[in-house]
């Protein structure tokens, strides 16, 4: 089987976990965005999966994106235009104005700093970019995001979280859609549950205190874990291996 064709195959199967999970959960299939997470993979094989109807893709390294997002709009033509790339990685904030002229759509956005920089770099290209706020709801130390364990319990982190929250709401051109956090790795995918739940219920707390936001994002799930994502509420799932195949480096 050549490397094209086990893509096909690959999001197929995808697809119809998506499905079965959408199903578990009474949500309809289309409130599940499917972002293929192409990084480390070559154009080809992004442009392989955007025959097979993929429209969203994520990459994590500013430079290897930088470089692949032209090669595939070279490949692939006009109907290009309907692909939507999403950042996932942390970003080093002197590689903010590369994100916004290559981005649509910021899942990493973990610190002031860098909400700033997009805020300003956004500006200046007249655009307006969508953002999700990168949080640790698992209190792991290895995790980048705002740390937001304990929140229900800790004023002290609860205040800090919000002010983060105040402060990023007040910049222009940032549009903020949601949250983003990363599941610890488990054995069983079950063992994420509790996290991806936790990230929707500081989302429906965010959501009640800044309703300016729709907050109607919530990226979690990837590929050992996004079927319970999905029954916990999941709107983007960020999915690598389980499209593409395993990566020779990550
Ligand atoms: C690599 C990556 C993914 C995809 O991981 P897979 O296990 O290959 O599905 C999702 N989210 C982030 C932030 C990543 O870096």
Aim: aromatic share 6%; proline share 3%; with cysteine.
């Amino acid at each position: 089987m050549s490397a094209e064709s086990s893509i096909t195959v690959r999001v197929a199967t995808v697809r119809d976990q998506i499905a079965a999970a959408c199903a578990r959960a009474n949500r309809p299939v289309a409130s599940v965005t499917l972002v293929a997470v192409s990084k480390t993979h070559p154009a080809e094989a992004v442009v392989e999966a955007f025959k097979c109807g993929l429209r969203h893709f994520g990459e994590n390294r500013v430079e290897e994106a930088s470089q692949k997002i032209p090669r595939v709009r070279e490949l692939i033509g006009t109907e290009a235009d309907r692909m939507m790339w999403h950042m996932i990685g942390h970003v080093q904030s002197r590689k903010a104005e590369e994100v916004i002229s290559n981005f649509d759509t910021i899942h990493s956005l973990d610190t002031i700093k860098l909400a700033e920089r997009y805020s300003r770099f956004a500006a200046a290209a007249s655009k307006s970019i969508r953002v999700l706020l990168e949080v640790n709801v698992s209190g792991e130390d290895s995790k980048s995001g705002f740390e937001a364990s304990d929140w229900q319990h800790k004023a002290d982190k609860r205040d800090q979280l919000w002010e983060a929250v105040r402060q990023i709401s007040a910049l222009p051109n940032l549009r903020i859609e949601g949250l983003m956090t990363m599941a610890p790795i488990v054995e069983e995918m079950e063992q994420a549950r509790p996290v991806f739940a936790a990230l929707r219920q500081l989302r429906d707390a965010l959501a009640a205190d800044f309703p300016q936001w729709e907050w109607q994002g919530l990226s979690m799930g990837m590929t050992d874990d996004f079927p319970i994502a999905i029954e916990e509420g999941a709107t983007m799932i960020r999915v690598g291996r389980a499209i593409f195949g395993d990566r020779a480096y990550t």
